[in-house]
C-alpha cells in the first residue's frame, strides 16, 4: 500500500506476511502507528527533502517488524 497525505494514523495493528506500508508525507507532514508485528513493514519519509521535519509518534513494534525512514 502506498499513501501519499499530509497526515496518517494507523490506530489498528499493521501485521501479515508480505505487508508493506509505504507513506509519503507532504511538508509539515505526521505519521502515527498504534503498532506493527510479524514481518510487516512501515516506510515514511518526506515528499520533497527541503520540507521541514517530520512528526512520528511510535507506537508499538515487535519483531521482525521494520519501520524505517526512506529518502523518497
Known sequence: MDL???KVSF???IAGAGTKVSVTLTAG???GFAE???PARLEYGKADPDDP???VV???VRGPAVVRKVEH
Open 29 to 31: 507532514g505526521a505519521l
Open 4 to 6: 501519499l497525505a499530509a
Open 58 to 60: 511510535p507506537g508499538k
Open 11 to 13: 490506530r489498528g495493528r
Open 53 to 55: 521535519a517530520l512528526t
Open 36 to 38: 506493527i508485528e510479524g
